[in-house]
């Protein structure tokens, strides 16, 4: 098969995934699964969409593989993603367009020290690891 060929159909198959992805319907919602205690949380579908949670799924991917079984899990810190959430059920349309390391950096005040997302501490001592490493499935 030539390159040409080989470009021509990642191409078709990019634009088909888009148009998936923008007929994901907007009434819809999914059980995900987040950090390590497994804590059950139901999304709008259409969040899916959004910049955060591609990251999120992106990350999810990188630390759990693709799994057909067992519900979504995502590697993140129970009180981040609850606060994510709430913000974007408030307003999706102002927040939406937000990355993941912007929601990191707003959500900064639940931290003592914001210049690293991974290893800053909460006021009470506890951890605060917006995306949590090698979360067991």
Known sequence: MKTGNKINQIVRLKQVVQRWRRRIPSSGSLAVYVGPEHKRFVIPTRFLNLPVFVSLLNKAEEEFGFQT????????????????????????????????????????????????????TISDSRIFTPLLQKTKV
């Not at 994510?84 to 059920?89: G, R, T």
């Not at 959500?107 to 690293?116: C, P």
């Open 69 to 120: 079984t067992g519900g979504l899990v995502i590697p993140c810190d129970v009180v981040f993603f609850k606060k994510l959430v709430d913000v974007l059920e408030r307003d999706e349309r102002g927040f939406g367009t937000l990355d993941l390391d912007e929601f990191v950096e707003m959500f900064s005040d639940l931290t003592v020290d914001s210049g690293s997302c991974k290893n800053a």
